[in-house]
């Protein structure tokens, strides 16, 4: 692109990433400066030595409908690297009452299977349904609480577990309004855009690794252990990235994207705002040993276990909003967790394998209608400088779908 500086994007996570691939796909040249020794930020795999084999650091659900996900993997050559049931099902199990039943929405945007009392959860009515179109309307302040306790059953068994999963806040003070583009865009859309994904081999193997290699192919740097101390700018731009004993003086024509954690970007763009609070996210990790035949996703309610997930001999087990659990020791909590997973997969619970626990205790900013007016936008003060990262305000929740699409908003503004 004639006339073209280089971007400078500040931060390897997937927003860095996205924003630098289609970056590179526009000509642009592009420079990742990395603080840590590898890329992906929390979405990453690793081999555990306990284990012996692969494992995410924090388990990823995506549905089908997450079109700039899917739009990434396929760009950087990773698109038949996710891995699901064969349709949109969703098995429930209670832990509370031993029963189960699965949702199964229908092709197409009507409802239909609304109408089939095996096809929604289980005991509930018709009528509890339209009430999700309260979220179209919700109000700034309203909670997912505020809007759905009323009817007890399907809060209990399917508003509340959606909103701790997708929001990674407890239901009584989740923001409700950042629900409903979740809905409209998967479920609202029919059965072929809600089937639920996970990563075949890994995240790294998926989101991670196909981007980096895609990136150098095309004569994209990326430098690992390049933390950026500071930024320096004049009236108008940024001038200079100050690194660990480097600064890169930026040239006329050259931009920067800041795609680093809130707290981070705090102190790297002044005069922005940025969320405050946080919240955890507890995953587990089981190797059982006997492989299974296919991914499966199993959604569990009345306990502490929320999602399971079963992929070979591995059983992965993800509790959103875990503040309360984060205080207790790995091994009470495997065997708390892992009661519960035998109980919902119907194996020997008195014998518990090898298993790793995995605590990110700052896993998103706490999704409150507080800390939502917090989200800073993408463009900043200096027209040289955008903000990339999983809690820019796009009107989504903190997802990889909605992190990549702040990564690629920061490409196209500076692509402007």
């Known amino acids: 692109m004639s006339g073209a500086g280089r971007v400078h994007i500040i931060g390897a996570g997937l927003g860095g990433l996205s924003a630098a691939v289609r970056l590179t796909e526009a000509g642009r040249q592009v420079t990742l400066y990395e603080a840590g020794a590898q890329a992906g930020g929390r979405c990453r795999s690793y081999v555990d030595e306990v284990l012996g084999c692969r494992i995410d650091n924090g388990n990823h659900l995506l549905l089908s409908g997450n079109n700039r996900a899917l739009a990434y993997l396929a760009t950087i050559g990773a698109g038949d690297s996710l891995a699901g049931p064969q349709g949109a099902v969703f098995p429930f199990f209670d832990l509370m009452t031993n029963e189960r039943w699965t949702v199964r929405p229908n ?15 289980l005991d509930s009515r018709l009528g509890d349904y339209p009430s999700a179109l309260k979220l179209a309307f919700a109000k700034p302040t309203d909670t997912v609480a505020a809007l759905f306790a009323a009817k007890p059953l399907l809060y209990r068994r399917f ?90 003086e930026l040239g006329p024509h050259d931009q920067v994207v800041v795609a680093v954690p809130p707290t981070v970007a705090a102190t790297l763009v002044p005069g922005i705002t940025v969320p405050t609070e946080f919240r955890g996210i507890l995953n587990a990790h089981f190797r059982l040993g006997v492989t299974a035949p296919e991914v499966s996703i199993l959604g569990v309610v009345g306990g502490a276990t929320e999602w399971i997930f079963r992929h070979g001999d591995l059983v992965s087990v993800t509790i959103s909003a875990a503040e309360k659990l984060l205080g207790y020791n ?87």
Request: glycine share 8%; with cysteine.
């Open 107 to 121: 092709r197409g945007p009507l409802p239909y299977w609304l109408l089939d009392p095996r096809r929604r959860v």
């Open 159 to 248: 508003w509340a577990p959606l909103a701790v999963s997708v929001l990674n806040t407890q239901p009584n003070e989740a923001a409700a309004r950042l629900l409903w583009p979740v809905l409209r865009e998967t479920f609202g859309r029919g059965a072929a855009y809600c089937r639920p994904l996970i990563a075949a081999e890994g995240l790294s193997e998926s989101f991670v690794y196909p981007a980096l290699a895609w990136l150098q192919a095309r004569g994209g740097e990326i430098r690992f252990g390049a933390r950026a101390r500071t930024i320096r700018y004049d009236h108008s731009r940024a001038t200079s990235i100050r690194l660990t004993g480097e600064t890169i």
């Open 330 to 416: 790995g091994a009470g909590l495997a065997s708390l967790i892992w009661h519960e997973v035998a109980r919902a997969l119907k194996l020997d619970g008195d014998t518990m394998p090898p298993w790793r626990i995995i605590k990110e205790k700052r896993a998103t900013f706490a999704q409150t209608p507080e800390q939502i007016k917090l989200r800073p936008p993408t463009q900043t003060a200096w027209r040289n400088l955008v903000l990339a990262g999983d809690y820019i305000d796009n009107g989504l929740p903190v997802t990889i779908e909605g992190t990549i699409r702040n990564g690629e908003a920061a490409a196209r503004v500076l692509l402007r």
